[in-house]
């Protein structure tokens, strides 16, 4: 989403160009253009640019509803309204802000023309008009390419005679031909070793058997239900009954399939989203059927279409998404004046960006992270001057799939915390941890433990909250808690317990990793932080941060100090609302 937006502010002529090329991407221009427009009139807010995806839908919807009810009848195109409607991966292809939904309304059209030109008095001139909407497609996203190939190959064979066919056949070679200005150099730029994007599968398919029936059910409920081989003998079953009634839609839904199965199999590209825009061959073919059922239609369409609903109600739930929003929220909540918001890959930096209100300098980097990528010349460098990081992964798992850039901060920094909004985890450690004095925004603490021992402040960065958040995982709240501690002398070695309890000590928050040992090699001041999981059961009301320290053999040590209990300190307060 973030990427569209960052390209479609170029200047008009900066965008062609670098899409001409692949500089910038190697989708093609149609969508990008699209938006730069919308943008230029609605602005370019969260709500308008979505704007754009529902208008296009519903403009999708009409041609689908109207395709559905010259094939079908007025029954037909009702029936196809209501799946429009409720359709969960329409619904979520709204949501985001790329080309399928403009490449499902090229492909909804086109099939609109397809069906006019079956009876009409100039079937060359629909013929004709489905082959544009097939070019436009090409022209969305390169998966156009399923859509021109399903229109022509439809409109060649369903002709009786040779010259028919060759007729129908001659709006799409054109429109083969015009698309070979963005496929030849995509093609070559493949060839010298490029990618078409992030290649690979989000699902471990059991047996290539297994990806026909996926596909139909991303298509109609964008899931993967627990057994798709018996989705595809279901749907080969109703389409061999009902092909007559439901020939030219049967047609088209397996024409996509067979092309999205190749493309999972061979090419190993299998995202829900990317058959979203085909959604529409789906329901034709589901309206056909169910008007075909005549006898139970008022029983089986109920339920296919509340079961579409559910679904479409579940895909609205953040956290089955890449969650940017609780991502910045967790950076929001939690950082401090000079640290630096390290985002990988480099072109998730506008998505970060764009949800993010701070002070903090947000900085994309790195394309992809392999053996080959040298973290010892780069990092160093470009968190010179910070006093922390944060390190933000979208797409981790082929951005950085062996985790390279947490790794290196894990050696080289000290880890504060890592926390997993979904699909966006994030990383936060500390490059100064030793202190000459407390920081500004740090509360003293007058308190000591044994003769070796002194806690010198605390800094909470929030002091609040619920007890359960499901957009992090595990789904319970984190308490972040930084302990200031000065040895009296060298080499001293204790374990501190920071806990969250309430006023007769019960326990209700701790670390998950833990307790381990500490060894302060000097007298400096040291800012060593803690992270408390909160238990999601907990009762609302008022918590202490509870601090006591261990010695070698296990026992508690006195506190002394203003601020000291018997053998704790209270470092302060944690409100569970």
Known sequence: DAYSLSI????????????????LDIHPPLHYVALKAWMHIAGDSLLALRQMNILIDVLSGAFLIGAARRLYGLSGGQIAGVLWAVSPALIFSDNLIRMYTLLGLMVSAGVYCLVRSNRARHPLLWGSAAALCGVLACYTHSLGAIALLSFGAIAVLRNRSLK??????????????????????????????HKLGVQFSLYDFGSAWDIPGALIDTLLIHRVLIWPIGVLIGCVALSIVFVRRAGLSTSLLWLSVIAFSALA???????TFYSAPFASFALLWLSGIMVALRSIRRIAFPIVAIALLLFSVGDLDHTL????????????????????????????????????????????????????????????????????????????????????????????????????????PISYYDLSPLKTQLPADVRPIDARFGDALQLRGVYLPVTG??????RLHPPSNWIVVMLYWQAAAANVTITPRVRLTDSSGRVFGGALTGEPPLTLSDTTLHQIAYVLNVNPDTPHGDYHIEVTVLDSTGQLLVTTGKDAGAQWVIAGVFTIE
């Not at 060759?166 to 150099?185: M, Q």
């Not at 199999?265 to 995202?271: A, R």
């Not at 909250?465 to 499901?470: L, P, V």
């Open 465 to 470: 909250g619920t007890a359960h958040d499901a």
């Open 8 to 23: 479609s502010r170029l200047p008009l002529p900066d965008l062609l160009d670098g899409l001409r090329t692949f500089r």
């Open 321 to 424: 998404r890449d969650d940017p929003m609780a991502a910045v929220r967790f950076i929001e909540q939690h950082e401090r004046a000079n640290e630096l918001i390290l985002v990988t890959p480099d072109w998730a930096q506008t998505l970060v960006s764009y949800y993010y209100h701070g002070h903090n300098r947000v900085l994309g980097i790195f394309q992809g992270v392999d053996q080959t990528v040298d973290l010892d010349s780069i990092l160093p460098f470009v968190t010179k001057g910070y006093s922390a990081v944060w390190v933000v992964h979208v797409q981790n798992s082929a951005t950085d799939p062996q985790q390279r850039v947490d790794g290196w901060f894990d050696h080289h920094a000290a880890p504060i915390v890592k926390v997993y909004p979904t699909g966006m």
């Open 265 to 271: 199999y061979f090419g190993h590209i299998f995202k």
């Open 164 to 193: 028919g066919a060759l007729l129908s056949a001659i709006p799409f070679a054109i429109g083969a031909a015009l698309t070979l200005l963005y496929f030849v150099p995509l093609w070559n730029y493949t060839r010298n070793g």
